[in-house]
């Protein structure tokens, strides 16, 4: 029997494999109209493996995938980097899929496969979240993702969220997408930052003298913003960094009659920050240890944070 494709010149072959991805994206963008679910299509294996590359998935991670289809990321993480997790999906027919895969990879002792509305999912056990979602899910899970643990890193395929800027976006061909028909894949990386907005003191010893700092800070997502006040004046943060817990910004400000550059570097910890502070002027360079309490609490300006719209607030 011919097949279709050996039936069509090189224009027609061409113009099929372009209805197939229209059809396979069409059906993505009608869920994104206004369907409640994401219809499935499956992620292709080599985006699978470079998403995991991407998450840094060791050991130590458990995964959730947020419809997981036949369980393709969940297993290949647990079989090729020995990390634990589940995969839910709103399809029986793919949970068992995915059990079976599970079974046959020889991993079902560190994944299980649910069904259940991803929704309804508590997700607090994660430290990695992969999905193949749409950009309207994406967007009603963000406030979600944005309340887990800082550190936990968030892997999409295909679909951004918003305004919150990954820390990596890479596109790669996939052969095998949409069925066989091949095309680009986009996968996007963030890293729940911690909560910061704020108020904080903080207290160094320079040149023998106990010295008070006060630190504001604006956060909206991972991007921090603010300043000190120390000595009567206000400094500018500059080049902040939070990824995670970790935080790093540096200021330079006039303590003792002199201009000296501050780099504060910490692990944010709830109301704590506790890390190193290097200090470096005319007269002056050393390395402390450097800790800030946080007095009072602000909204950060993520857009759907819970704390968003809240006047700052003694912290707890
Ligand atoms: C695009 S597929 C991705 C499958 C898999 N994660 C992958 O990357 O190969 C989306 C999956 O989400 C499932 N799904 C859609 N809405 C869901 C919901 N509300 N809760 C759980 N699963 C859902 C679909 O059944 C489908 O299997």
Redesign the pocket.
Known sequence: MQTLAAGLSPLGLKSTISIVILLASAALASAYAGE????????PQVVVDRMLEIGKVGPQDYLI??????G??VVTAAKKYGARGFG????PT?ISEATENARQAGVVDKVAFYQ????ATDLSQATVITM??LPRVNLELRPRILDLKPGTRIVS?DFSMGEWKPELHEELEAKDKYGGSGGRSDIYLWIVPAKVAGTWQSELQVHGKPVPYEIAMQQQFQTVSGSVRVGGRTAKIENAILQGERLTFEFTADVGGAPIKHQFNGRVDGANIAGTADLSGPKLQSRMDWSATRTTRAASTSGNNALMGAAVSPTH
């Not at 995938?65 to 036949?70: F, T």
């Not at 839910?88 to 399809?91: A, I």
């Open positions: 409640a679910n994401v219809p499935y299509v499956p992620t995938d947020l419809g997981s289809g036949d393709r990321i839910v999906d709103l399809n793919r259940r509305d991803l929704y193949y979602l395929h």
